[in-house]
Protein backbone atom coordinates (compact mmCIF):
# COMPACT_ATOMS: atom_id res chain seq x y z
CA UNK A 1 0.00 0.00 0.00
CA UNK A 2 1.46 4.01 -0.62
CA UNK A 3 0.04 7.26 1.24
CA UNK A 4 -0.63 10.07 -0.98
CA UNK A 5 -0.38 12.61 0.68
CA UNK A 6 -1.40 16.13 -1.20
CA UNK A 7 -2.60 19.71 -0.22
CA UNK A 8 0.61 21.93 0.66
CA UNK A 9 1.37 25.04 -0.93
CA UNK A 10 2.16 28.54 0.00
CA UNK A 11 0.24 30.16 2.55
CA UNK A 12 0.29 34.02 4.95
CA UNK A 13 0.85 33.53 8.34
CA UNK A 14 -2.83 33.65 10.25
CA UNK A 15 -4.29 31.49 7.14
CA UNK A 16 -5.00 28.34 6.69
CA UNK A 17 -4.79 24.84 4.84
CA UNK A 18 -5.81 20.87 4.76
CA UNK A 19 -3.77 18.90 4.03
CA UNK A 20 -5.00 15.30 2.57
CA UNK A 21 -3.56 11.62 3.16
CA UNK A 22 -4.67 8.77 1.04
CA UNK A 23 -3.71 5.08 1.02
CA UNK A 24 -3.65 3.26 -2.11
CA UNK A 25 -6.11 0.57 -1.23
CA UNK A 26 -9.43 1.33 0.33
CA UNK A 27 -9.24 -2.08 2.33
CA UNK A 28 -5.79 -0.88 4.02
CA UNK A 29 -6.73 -0.77 7.43
CA UNK A 30 -3.81 1.05 9.96
CA UNK A 31 -5.00 1.82 13.62
CA UNK A 32 -3.21 4.93 13.77
CA UNK A 33 -3.10 7.59 11.80
CA UNK A 34 0.06 10.09 12.08
CA UNK A 35 1.11 13.48 10.67
CA UNK A 36 4.73 14.55 11.53
CA UNK A 37 6.58 17.42 9.86
CA UNK A 38 10.50 18.13 9.00
CA UNK A 39 12.63 20.79 8.32
CA UNK A 40 16.23 20.67 6.87
CA UNK A 41 18.53 20.10 9.48
CA UNK A 42 15.85 18.91 12.16
CA UNK A 43 14.04 15.55 13.19
CA UNK A 44 10.54 14.58 11.92
CA UNK A 45 8.15 15.76 14.30
CA UNK A 46 5.38 14.55 15.78
CA UNK A 47 2.01 16.83 14.73
CA UNK A 48 -0.93 14.51 15.48
CA UNK A 49 -2.60 11.61 15.04
CA UNK A 50 -6.13 9.80 14.85
CA UNK A 51 -7.50 6.42 15.72
CA UNK A 52 -8.96 5.25 13.04
CA UNK A 53 -11.77 3.28 14.85
CA UNK A 54 -12.60 5.99 17.91
CA UNK A 55 -11.64 9.19 16.08
CA UNK A 56 -9.58 10.03 19.11
CA UNK A 57 -6.57 12.00 18.38
CA UNK A 58 -3.75 13.73 19.96
CA UNK A 59 -1.73 16.59 19.14
CA UNK A 60 1.75 18.27 19.78
CA UNK A 61 1.77 21.27 22.26
CA UNK A 62 2.89 23.05 19.25
CA UNK A 63 -0.13 23.11 17.59
CA UNK A 64 -3.06 22.14 19.94
CA UNK A 65 -5.77 23.78 19.14
CA UNK A 66 -4.82 25.31 15.77
CA UNK A 67 -4.61 21.57 13.99
CA UNK A 68 -7.03 19.36 13.26
CA UNK A 69 -7.00 15.94 12.62
CA UNK A 70 -9.62 13.78 10.91
CA UNK A 71 -10.70 11.05 8.56
CA UNK A 72 -13.16 9.88 5.81
CA UNK A 73 -14.06 5.89 6.05
CA UNK A 74 -15.41 6.12 2.96
CA UNK A 75 -12.33 7.46 1.07
CA UNK A 76 -9.68 6.19 3.35
CA UNK A 77 -8.68 9.84 3.59
CA UNK A 78 -7.12 11.20 6.46
CA UNK A 79 -6.88 15.20 6.59
CA UNK A 80 -5.00 17.56 8.86
CA UNK A 81 -6.68 20.68 8.87
CA UNK A 82 -4.04 23.76 9.33
CA UNK A 83 -5.67 27.18 11.26
CA UNK A 84 -3.83 29.83 12.38
CA UNK A 85 -0.78 28.96 10.42
CA UNK A 86 2.80 30.61 11.85
CA UNK A 87 6.10 30.84 9.79
CA UNK A 88 7.38 28.08 12.37
CA UNK A 89 5.32 25.74 10.81
CA UNK A 90 6.73 25.78 7.56
CA UNK A 91 7.86 22.42 7.06
CA UNK A 92 7.28 19.25 4.58
CA UNK A 93 4.37 17.26 6.10
CA UNK A 94 4.29 13.92 6.05
CA UNK A 95 1.04 11.61 6.68
CA UNK A 96 2.52 7.99 7.74
CA UNK A 97 0.59 4.74 8.72
CA UNK A 98 1.62 1.20 10.52
CA UNK A 99 0.72 -2.79 9.89
CA UNK A 100 1.81 -3.64 13.22
CA UNK A 101 0.42 -3.66 16.36
CA UNK A 102 1.85 -1.07 19.06
CA UNK A 103 0.93 0.50 22.64
CA UNK A 104 -1.31 3.68 22.39
CA UNK A 105 2.14 5.42 24.01
CA UNK A 106 4.07 4.74 20.97
CA UNK A 107 1.66 6.50 18.56
CA UNK A 108 3.41 10.03 19.10
CA UNK A 109 6.65 8.18 17.50
CA UNK A 110 7.59 8.20 13.87
CA UNK A 111 9.32 4.48 14.63
CA UNK A 112 5.91 3.19 15.15
CA UNK A 113 4.79 3.83 11.33
CA UNK A 114 6.30 2.04 8.50
CA UNK A 115 4.27 3.40 5.59
CA UNK A 116 5.09 7.39 4.89
CA UNK A 117 3.70 9.62 2.40
CA UNK A 118 5.62 11.44 -0.08
CA UNK A 119 5.81 14.74 2.17
CA UNK A 120 4.22 17.94 0.86
CA UNK A 121 5.71 21.24 1.33
CA UNK A 122 4.12 24.02 3.56
CA UNK A 123 5.34 27.26 3.58
CA UNK A 124 4.10 29.66 5.45
CA UNK A 125 4.91 33.60 5.03
CA UNK A 126 5.38 36.34 7.56
Known amino acids: VQLQASGGGLVQAGGSLRLACSAS????????WGWFRQTPGKEREFVGR????????WYADSVKGRFTVSRDGAKSTVYLQMQSLKPEDTAVYYC????????????????????WGQGTQVTVSS
Open 96 to 115: AAMTRPIAMGMSVSSSAYDI
Open 25 to 32: ERTFQSRF
Open 50 to 57: IEWRTRYT
